[in-house]
């Protein structure tokens, strides 16, 4: 018979492992130089988003710890009532870059998460090549 402290433990361990998943290795997206650009200063990004996008399906449902992994923290980040989580990415460079960060209406990656934790949408911008 399980004890309930036990079966308490089995049911927290369940509902954990159901609030998103990691994510797998991308060979082909240089995570490193993505993190690399903040604010998208530096036009690096702009090469990566249709790699990133590629993996699009693979995003959904990943952890905000799993995101913050591949694409470092976000250039910004917004909270909604619902305890929802918005990620910001910039993607080229625009009034963003220069000093104090104003927010702006350029090409932005925008990652939202549900109250658990885990994706639930991605809007990838369109961007025309320079």
Not at 46 to 59: G, N, V
Request: glycine share 8%.
């Amino acid at each position: 018979m399980i004890t309930r402290s036990a079966l308490l433990v089995l049911l927290t361990g369940l509902l954990l492992s159901g609030c998103g998943h990691s994510l797998p290795d991308f060979p082909d997206f240089d995570s490193n130089t993505w993190r690399h650009d903040p604010y998208g200063c530096e036009n690096k990004r702009q090469a990566l988003l249709p790699i990133l996008e590629k993996h699009r399906d693979e995003l959904f449902g990943a952890r905000i710890s799993a995101i913050d992994d591949l694409l470092g923290h976000p250039d910004e980040e917004e909270l909604s009532e619902q305890s929802e989580k918005v990620y910001l990415y910039y993607i080229t460079k625009g009034p963003q870059c220069v000093t104090g960060h104003p927010r702006a209406n350029g090409p932005r990656l925008i990652l939202r998460f549900g109250a658990t934790g885990a994706l639930t949408e991605a809007l990838f911008p369109i961007v025309t090549p320079r």
